[in-house]
C-alpha cells in the first residue's frame, strides 16, 4: 500500500492526508469483496488529484490483499473504468 493511504479499520474508510486534510474511502469488507461504499475529499483538496492517489491506493492494497473490489460509489466505478490495468479487480 502506498505509505500515504491508511487503513482506519474502526472507521471502516481507507485516508490519505494532505496538507492537514482527508479524503476518504468508506468501505464494507464481505470475504473476498471489498466494497467501496463512498469516496470524498475535502474541498479544500478538490481537482488537487487526491482522491485519484487514494482510489490508486486502495487498489494496489486490494491486489496485495487478494480481494475483488465491488465500487458502488459512483466515483470509484468511474475511477476503475478509467484505469484498464486494474480491471481484473472488479468483482
Not at 466494497?35 to 491486489?63: C, F, K, N, T, W
Amino acid at each position: 500500500m502506498s505509505t500515504d493511504i491508511r487503513n482506519n479499520e474502526a472507521d471502516s474508510r481507507y485516508e490519505l492526508e494532505v496538507d492537514g486534510h482527508v479524503a476518504f474511502a468508506r468501505y464494507r469488507r464481505s470475504g473476498t469483496v471489498l466494497s467501496i461504499l463512498h469516496v470524498e475529499a475535502p474541498p479544500a483538496l478538490r481537482g488537487s488529484g487526491a482522491a485519484g492517489r487514494l482510489m490508486q491506493g486502495v487498489m494496489d492494497q486490494a491486489r496485495i490483499d487478494g480481494v475483488k473490489v465491488d465500487p458502488v460509489c459512483s466515483y470509484a466505478a468511474l475511477w476503475i473504468q478509467r484505469h484498464p490495468d486494474y480491471q481484473d479487480l472488479r468483482a
